[in-house]
């Protein structure tokens, strides 16, 4: 069974850091490319950061500079550190394979609870 953990958000005051981790189980990580995503309220889900199986990343401009996703093909968890962030970050974040079983971009899982990242100004 498919299981994907968030956990690390937290309350933080604007230009502070945060530390998320995404803990999965039931899936081949070590072959999979993973992502972050994050949905503020009355918006859609956005995709926030990739990083392939070789530990190649991509990040939209909004977070670039920012942000940092990093993995542990050993442990099987997701990591996405957060710097400088902004009101505009607070959402809940998720994280997911962003690829489907036929090779486009769309989440393959099911998503986890997500874990709620506030940002005050």
């Known amino acids: 069974q498919v299981q994907l953990v968030e956990s690390g958000g937290d309350l933080v005051q604007a230009g502070g850091s945060l530390t998320l981790s995404c803990a999965t189980s039931g899936i081949i990580f070590s072959i999979s490319t993973m992502g972050w995503y994050r949905q503020a309220p009355g918006k859609q889900r956005e995709l926030v950061a990739t990083?392939?199986?070789?530990?190649?990343?991509n990040y939209p401009n909004f977070v670039k500079g920012r942000f940092t996703i990093s993995r542990d093909n050993a442990k099987g968890t997701v990591s996405l550190q957060m710097n400088s962030l902004k009101p505009e970050d607070t959402a809940v974040y998720y994280c997911?394979?962003?690829?489907?079983?036929?090779?486009?971009?769309?989440?393959?899982?099911?998503w986890g609870q997500g874990t709620q990242v506030t940002v005050s100004s």
């Open positions: 997911n394979a962003p690829f489907d079983v036929y090779g486009s971009l769309n989440v393959k899982y099911n």
């Open positions: 990083i392939t199986n070789g530990s190649l990343t």
